[in-house]
């Protein structure tokens, strides 16, 4: 086990709506990314946060945005949720921005109706 | 642009014997790559990484190449196992403005160990 847990384990929502998904990262870990997993495929980074800001994203549209808290623990939201949304999502942390291992939760998997 | 390639989406194995599963990345200028294993419905769990001043990285069972000059990576696992079955990513450090800490990840090789 990792130490970085999310939730929900599962979620299923409706083209349109919105919504937020949770990860706390490992202890002493203060960065933490989220990354899109489409079944049969590699995960995709989506945005890394560190220190509470956005620290590097990628080729996702704005719809897709998430918060750091004080405690490292971090939340992901998507908004105008589209059937090409559903995926597993996994929050990973790391000790520190770049150059270090990312550990891995269990993920989300949320499928959009 | 930016890619990192498995060679074999699918590798059968003999318990027992020792697997190889490779992949291609096409960043020169990476520095940091990373294995991991993903089982069925899991997150991906670390197994080894490796950073572009060495060659070669030892774990327990299991063995990491680098090859610079081809864009290489290679994963060896000693002593094949049921346990092993899953999903094998590799993965590199993303290069350049707003791209470290970014993984970019292979489509991945599935393992399966035959008893």
């Known amino acids: 086990e990792t130490g970085v847990t999310q939730s929900p384990t599962h979620l299923i929502k409706t083209r349109g709506q919105q919504v937020t998904l949770r990860c706390s990262s490992q202890?002493?870990?203060?960065?933490v990314s989220w990354y899109q997993q489409a079944l049969g495929q590699g995960p995709q980074f989506i945005f890394q946060y560190y220190r509470e800001e956005e620290n590097g994203r990628g080729n996702f549209p704005p719809r897709f945005s998430g918060l750091q808290f004080p405690n490292y623990s971090s939340e992901l939201n998507v908004n105008a949720l589209e059937l090409d949304d559903s995926a597993l999502y996994l929050c990973a942390s790391s000790p520190s921005t770049a150059s270090d291992t990312q550990y891995f939760g269990p993920g989300t998997r949320l499928t959009v109706l | 642009g930016e890619s990192v390639g498995l060679h074999l989406p699918t590798l059968s194995v003999q318990e027992g014997d020792n697997s190889i599963i490779n992949c291609a990345y096409s960043?020169?200028?990476?520095?940091?790559f990373i294995w991991y294993k993903q089982e069925s419905g899991k997150g991906p769990q670390f197994i080894i990484d490796?950073?572009?001043?060495?060659d070669k990285r030892q774990g327990q069972r299991v063995t990491v190449l680098l090859n610079k000059t081809v864009k290489h990576l290679s994963l060896q696992i000693a002593a094949t196992q049921p346990g092993d079955s899953a999903v094998y990513f590799c993965?590199?450090?993303?290069?350049?403005?707003?791209?470290?800490?970014?993984?970019?990840f292979g489509q991945g090789t599935t393992l399966q160990v035959k008893p």
């Open positions: 960043n020169s200028a990476s520095d940091y």
């Open positions: 993965a590199e450090e993303g290069q350049g403005s707003g791209n470290t800490g970014k993984l970019i």
């Open positions: 202890s002493g870990h203060n960065t």
């Open positions: 490796i950073r572009s001043n060495m």
